[in-house]
């Protein structure tokens, strides 16, 4: 074995380890986030938590489709505010506008926007990519409602 099979296997190694760290690292926080949210929960009447499904739509994406994506005025929200990606939050009527919202591991959120398909267990979140929004697909996270 050459000298740079050698250093290629040590760099592969290290490369390997330093992902097994990462993501250890990003299991143990995404656990004291739940933990974290389930004592706030517990301790104040001012916020529900929850496993909801999430999802992402891009309605200012050149890419966006009406139907899909938005219905009417893609940069206005159902509640008539501006679109605002990594801010704008659909859910179903049981969560009114203006509600905080915090999900898991993505940061807190405003819900004013409503999507036809988005049920009483749906968020649906605004980012600026379609790709964005379809690489995301659709998963479960846990996700802090603060009561108005």
Excluded: C
Excluded at 55 to 82: F, N, Q, R, V
Aim: proline share 5%.
């Amino acid at each position: 074995m050459t000298r740079k099979h050698l250093l290629l296997i040590t760099a592969v190694f290290i490369l390997f380890i330093f992902i097994i760290f990462s993501l250890a690292a990003e299991t143990k926080k995404a656990r004291q986030e739940a933990i974290d949210a389930r004592e706030m929960a517990l301790e104040s009447k001012e916020y529900q938590v929850q496993i909801m499904n999430i999802t992402k739509y891009a309605p200012l994406s050149p890419l966006a489709t009406e139907g899909s994506d938005y219905s009417g005025d893609p940069s206005l929200t159902a509640s008539g505010d501006k679109v605002v990606p990594g801010e704008t939050a659909t859910t179903g009527p049981n969560i009114p506008f203006g509600t905080r919202i915090y999900v898991e591991g993505l940061g807190w959120r405003t819900v004013n926007d409503r999507g036809r398909l988005v049920g009483p267990n749906d968020i649906d979140l605004a980012v600026s990519t379609k790709k964005e929004s379809i690489e995301f697909g659709k998963q479960k996270r846990l996700v802090i409602i603060k009561l108005q």
